[in-house]
T-cell receptor, first 111, second 114 residues
Framework: LAKTTQPISMDSYEGQEVNITCSHN???????ITWYQQFPSQGPRFIIQ???TKVTNEVASLFIPADRKSSTLSLPRVSLSDTAVYYC????????????FGSGTRLSIRP | NAGVTQTPKFQVLKTGQSMTLQCAQD?????MYWYRQDPGMGLRLIYY???????DKGEVPNGYNVSRLNKREFSLRLESAAPSQTSVYFC?????????????FGDGTRLSIL
């Protein structure tokens, strides 16, 4: 079972780069790493996904080391609107029932 | 571009009442999911449907039933509501149940059971 561990909360300021690291020691060979963002009173929203090395899109970057036992979500130049809960998921292709969201990281951005 | 639509958005029930939460997606996805989220917690999977005609239990299935009505619709039923089922319920869909397929979520149904 691919369980993830993330910091419970983080604080930062507008304009800063924020890095949120997720630990997933038991990741399996076929598993992808997916990050979601959730605002209050909304469902989670897909941010980025990767398998190895680095992935970048218009919103964030995802860094995955060679051993894949951790991953880091990087948000460049955050704004107040990036205040949200961020979830790291490691999929398990053997059964969708083993996908676990965890409690996520509550990111607070200050002016 | 509706994506995943959940109805109702809010509901208050009395203990013992029954209710069906509705979910529909317009992305032609094969897989659909029901989660619950308690205050300050992450999402927990209740049931999922890998494809039309199949349903499987997730982490917390007790007290719930589901129906995959067709490819678009996946409903969640509480037969006899209990206060412990007070939560926000999210429906999601994905192309298939593989870890490389992101899930798309609705905005949730806020359910209170008195």
């Amino acid at each position: 079972l691919a369980k993830t561990t993330q910091p419970i909360s983080m604080d930062s300021y507008e304009g800063q780069e924020v890095n949120i690291t997720c630990s997933h020691n038991n990741i399996a060979t076929n598993d992808y790493i997916t990050w979601y963002q959730q605002f209050p009173s909304q469902g989670p929203r897909f941010i980025i996904q990767g398998y190895k090395t680095k992935v970048t899109n218009e919103v964030a970057s995802l860094f995955i080391p060679a051993d894949r036992k951790s991953s880091t979500l990087s948000l460049p130049r955050v704004s107040l609107s990036d205040t949200a809960v961020y979830y790291c998921l490691v999929g398990d292709d053997s059964s969708a029932s083993k996908i676990i969201f965890g409690s996520g990281t509550r990111l607070s951005i200050r002016p | 571009n509706a994506g995943v639509t959940q109805t109702p958005k809010f509901q208050v029930l009395k203990t013992g009442q029954s209710m069906t939460l509705q979910c529909a997606q317009d992305m032609n996805h094969n897989s659909m999911y029901w989660y619950r989220q308690d205050p300050g917690m992450g999402l927990r999977l209740i049931y999922y449907s890998a494809s039309e005609g199949t349903t499987d239990k997730g982490e917390v299935p007790n007290g719930y039933n589901v129906s995959r009505l067709n490819k678009r619709e996946f409903s969640l039923r509480l037969e006899s509501a209990a206060p412990s089922q007070t939560s926000v319920y999210f429906c999601a869909s994905s192309v298939r149940t593989a870890s490389d397929q992101p899930q798309h979520f609705g905005d949730g149904t806020r359910l209170s059971i008195l």
